[in-house]
């Protein structure tokens, strides 16, 4: 793991870590993430807040130590932290392969096997699992999207933005003062007016299943009106169609058994409220199964052409 300097970082330094924010990674709600360079030629994303609710200097660093602590291997690891007066970020180590969103639907598609795919889905929910559980205060992400979910070049996933609710404006009785969450991802028990809760990770979570599982885009942009995955996806499941919901570019080469827990897994993921969804843990546990499942069946196949 790369160690960084203590303290925070200055505006000025992260101006120059990122040649004055010209390269933009991910444009998120919260704030921008920006392509860095540190002295040492370590590439770095640096994600820069649009507004923040902390009131001094002292509270930010508490909770960005706090998130600098959480090690897991599906954790994108915080470096640092900047904490001017007028400007908040935070300094993450880089992963070249993108994010989960431009390598399944956007401007860098790369093929990804339903095995790939389900194993992308069971290293984020260990992830998150981590968070939920084996972190004390307990990490809600609180903006859990494709877009959040960065790649190595093995396809291998981390979850980057955990945490990031923490340092957002709420207010109970007033709509908040930053958007809360990703359009087509946040969980709307929870949105607006409440902090997100580990439920509302797990429906978010239920959405990049159905993403996984459809090849579409969470959001269709519509000339009327845009159309969320979740609206969709909900008659075509009705129909037991496999083939109708299973994303085309698979053609076919699933084990089915296989592919509908993982349905049913994201539609229990995305009830209507959060006391109706599973915990993380047993969404854990039914994704490997499902894993299993279907690597099972490739061996069963592979088997029987050899």
């Not at 690891?77 to 400007?87: E, H, I, M, N, V």
């Not at 809600?140 to 340092?167: C, R, T, V, Y």
Request: aromatic content about 10%; overall charge negative; charged content about 20%.
């Amino acid at each position: 793991m790369l160690n960084l300097k203590d303290g925070p970082f200055k505006y000025g330094e992260l101006a120059r870590i990122t040649g004055n924010f010209g390269t933009v990674l991910v444009e998120g709600g919260s704030g921008n993430v920006y392509f860095g360079t540190l002295e040492d030629g370590t590439k770095v994303a640096v994600k820069v807040f649009f507004c923040f609710s902390m009131r001094g200097s002292r509270e930010f660093q508490a909770k960005a130590k706090h998130l600098r602590a959480a090690h897991h291997e599906n954790l994108v690891s915080l470096l640092g932290y900047c904490d001017g007066t007028k400007t908040k970020g935070l300094i993450y180590e880089f992963m070249d392969g993108g994010n989960l969103q431009q390598n399944l639907t956007g401007d860098r598609p790369n093929f990804l096997t339903w095995s790939k795919r389900l194993q992308i889905a069971v290293d984020v929910a260990q992830g998150l699992d981590y968070l939920h559980h084996d972190c004390h205060p307990p990490i809600i992400h609180g903006d859990l999207s494709a877009a959040n979910i960065w790649l190595n070049e093995e396809m291998q996933p981390k979850l980057a933005d955990f945490g990031i609710s923490a340092f957002e404006p709420r207010a109970l009785d007033s709509y908040p003062i930053c958007p809360l969450g990703t359009p087509g991802y946040f969980d709307l028990e929870f949105y607006p007016y409440s902090r997100p809760h580990t439920k509302s990770d797990v429906y978010s979570f239920g959405i990049i299943l159905f993403e996984l599982i459809t090849g579409h885009p969470v959001v269709t942009r519509g000339a009327v009106r845009n159309f969320f995955l979740l609206q969709w996806m909900t008659p075509i499941v009705e129909t037991k169609e496999i083939q109708m919901i299973m994303d085309p570019s698979l053609q076919g080469k699933f084990e089915i058994d296989s592919a509908w827990k993982v349905i049913e897994i994201a539609k229990s993921c995305t009830r209507p409220t959060g006391v109706e969804r599973p915990d993380i843990t047993h969404v854990l546990a039914l994704l490997r199964q499902s894993l299993a499942i279907e690597l099972a069946s490739q061996c069963y196949h592979s088997e029987v052409v050899n």
